[in-house]
């Protein structure tokens, strides 16, 4: 399989010999099973970016950015990760053979930093990274000059940083925009920090409309935990730009992004698709990241929740039809994020029994409550 590069005509332009793919995308698009008929929803869909290599969609991310590290040489990469995209690089430099540095975010899920070093890769942090958006600011700004001149680039998932890494994000438009199922009228539901992954959804999409003339753009729903609130809000108050805030107030690890990265060109491409900004609880989205386990079998980490609970909003405040297909993004694995599901696993606690005969009963009575 060629990962990503299935796309390669819509990717940048990269030597075959230089396409690095450890097996990224193809990911699979369910139609959901019992939440979408308790919701009203017929035609809900889940896309599964939890079945990548590495567990979340910042495979595809670090596929197309290694691709690019080898095409111009460059003898490191060095970038930031909250997880997820570290875990990508850290793997995608480890198929490479080029050694890898990260500058991680205060805070980061053990989980996801274990990952990283699993494949190798040399870890950093900055207090207050990540949730100050001054010492944010900051610290990407010496990695990109530390970068440049270490005649490498930035590996930083912003289309302002990396913008040769976000196309590969893109792909997840491409795979959407090929199933016959989604119809017109389509709506794509994004957990968001940064705001990278909504901007490359529909950047995906009009970039398959250029070459589809025929095809439909869907509206995309930019979602934010509201302790974190940069773009989502914005969008709803109509203002013209997105803003940064003082310091991230969710839980949801991997969108405490105070800092306006892709922020205002995410609001404007949400506009402009006739989508609308969602702000949830972190509550709702611990609420319905279970449910995607116990109803749908989906173990999503929080941050992939926050799609299907953004949804929920819209459907709430009749902002969405209950006719029209949606497809909520899944970006990442429960796995990484155990205190999450450590929680989640609390409420199913396991009980030893005194003997095979106490089991028998238990069970029959569990089983008939």
Not at 193 to 214: D, N, S, T, V, Y
Not at 313 to 325: G, K, Q, V, Y
Request: with cysteine; hydrophobic share 40%; glycine share 10%.
């Amino acid at each position: 399989m060629n990962g990503i590069w299935t796309y390669a005509d819509f990717l940048p332009r990269i030597p075959e010999e230089k396409r690095l793919t450890i097996g990224e995308g193809h990911t699979p698009l369910l139609r959901s099973r019992r939440i979408g008929a308790a919701l009203g929803l017929d035609n809900l869909f889940f896309k599964l970016e939890t079945a990548n290599p590495t567990g979340s969609y910042k495979d595809r991310f670090a596929a197309s950015a290694v691709s690019h590290l080898q095409t111009i040489g460059a003898p490191c990469a060095i970038g930031t990760s909250s997880g997820n995209t570290g875990s990508a690089l850290a793997a995608c430099c480890a198929a490479a053979g080029i050694p890898c540095v990260l500058v991680i975010v205060e805070g980061a899920p053990a989980g996801k930093v274990c990952q990283m070093q699993v494949y190798g890769a040399q870890l950093l942090t900055v207090k207050g990274f990540g949730k100050d958006p001054e010492i944010t600011k900051n610290t990407f700004e010496t990695l990109r000059i530390l970068a440049r001149e270490m005649n490498s680039s930035p590996m930083i998932s912003a289309y302002c940083h990396c913008p040769e890494g976000m196309q590969g994000v893109e792909t997840i438009s491409f795979e959407l925009a090929s199933v016959k199922a989604l119809a017109d009228c389509l709506n794509v539901f994004v957990p968001s920090g940064g705001g990278g992954l909504a901007l490359a959804i529909a950047l995906g999409f009009e970039k398959w409309r250029g070459k589809h003339p025929g095809f439909s753009m869907p509206r995309i729903h930019c979602v934010q935990p509201a302790g974190n609130d940069t773009i989502a809000g914005a969008i709803r108050s109509q203002s013209l730009r997105s803003r940064p805030i003082e310091r991230s107030q969710t839980r949801i690890s991997g969108l405490q992004v105070p800092s306006v990265l892709d922020g205002d060109k995410v609001l404007q491409a949400c506009r402009n698709s006739g989508g609308t900004g969602q702000l949830v609880s972190d509550e709702d989205v611990y609420f319905w990241q279970r449910e995607l386990a116990v109803k749908e079998g989906i173990f999503a980490e929080p941050a992939g929740a926050v799609s299907l609970a953004g949804a929920v909003a819209a459907l709430e405040a009749n902002e969405l039809s209950r006719d029209e297909p949606v497809v909520c993004v899944i970006s990442g694995i429960g796995f990484k994020d155990s205190p999450s599901y450590e929680a989640m696993a609390g409420k199913f606690p396991m009980r030893t029994m005194d003997s095979v005969e106490a089991c028998r009963i238990e069970i029959k009575r569990s089983l008939s409550d």
